[in-house]
């Protein structure tokens, strides 16, 4: 079962990376800078992080490295003061592929999130908190129209 987690997991970051790299022209980044940073988005996962702490463990190990997107990993996946387009960028491309690496409405995303935690979890009202953040971003505006002109939903990139 870890195993197909880990490897579900996998496929899910390299979607991640894909999307950041695509929009990466958005926020006047690197494609390959913003590639890397999708891909290594949850590795707090694979040195014992869960669910509620896969961000801690991958900021602050990566922090130690000097990494330069260190707070970004640290940030995603939650409410914070901290804030920045890389961020943005990340928290939007994230949760907008789902766990099996397809690119998902924001509404489906939730669906695969409440599927494997229960829609009453806190993942859910995490959720819910940074989509009503997120959703009034112009970048996410820009990606949304991007991904629905282009038909990319339910398709892997």
């Not at 970048?139 to 398709?155: D, H, Q, R, V």
Request: proline share 1%; hydrophobic share 30%; charged share 25%.
């Amino acid at each position: 079962m870890k195993c197909n987690f880990l490897n579900n997991r996998a496929i899910h970051s390299l979607s991640v990376a894909k999307l950041m790299s695509k929009f990466s022209h958005m926020i006047n980044r690197h494609p390959e800078d913003m590639f890397l940073l999708g891909y290594i988005h949850d590795i707090g996962y694979a040195i014992g992080g869960e669910n509620s702490n896969h961000n801690l463990y991958g900021g602050k190990l990566l922090m130690q490295n000097n990494y330069p997107y260190s707070k970004e990993i640290l940030n995603h996946g939650i409410i914070t003061d901290y804030n920045s387009d890389e961020l943005t960028l990340l928290n939007i491309c994230d949760m907008s592929v789902s766990s099996k690496g397809e690119i998902v409405t924001f509404e489906n995303r939730k669906k695969d999130i409440a599927e494997r935690y229960g829609i009453n979890s806190k993942e859910i009202q995490t959720f819910d908190a940074l989509r009503t953040k997120i959703e009034k971003t112009e970048i996410y505006k820009k990606i949304k129209e991007t991904l629905e002109k282009e038909n990319l939903y339910g398709n892997q990139i």
